[in-house]
Nanobody, 116 residues
Framework: QVQLVESGGGLVEPGGSLRLSCAASGFTFRSYAMSWYRQAPGKERELVAIISSAGGARYADSVKGRFTISRDNAENTMYLQMNSLKPEDTAVYYC??????????WGQGTQVTVSS
């Protein structure tokens, strides 16, 4: 059974940092690209960052230079290091992967709130 479990969210002041984790199980983690999405209240879910199976990364323009996506294939875990956080980064953050035959798996999400 494919499972993605996010953790690491919380309340942080503007300019602060958080590291999100996504623990994966039920599939061959090292073989698949992984991504982070986020959804703010009243807005559509948007792609934040994606990392290929080989470790290549791409980012949304809004987070370039502030967020870093990474993966540890030995631990079946993906990370999102978020620095210089802004109030507009407030959202529920989800990890996602697309498996063979186009099956999409999502985590349950973790809340990130940036506020003073």
């Amino acid at each position: 059974q494919v499972q993605l479990v996010e953790s690491g969210g919380g309340l942080v002041e503007p300019g602060g940092s958080l590291r999100l984790s996504c623990a994966a199980s039920g599939f061959t983690f090292r073989s698949y690209a992984m991504s982070w999405y986020r959804q703010a209240p009243g807005k559509e879910r948007e792609l934040v960052a994606i990392i290929s199976s080989a470790g290549g990364a791409r980012y949304a323009d809004s987070v370039k230079g502030r967020f870093t996506i990474s993966r540890d294939n030995a631990e079946n875990t993906m990370y999102l290091q978020m620095n210089s956080l802004k109030p507009e980064d407030t959202a529920v953050y989800y990890c996602r992967t697309v498996l063979i035959a186009g099956v999409v798996a999502w985590g349950q999400g973790t809340q990130v709130t940036v506020s003073s």
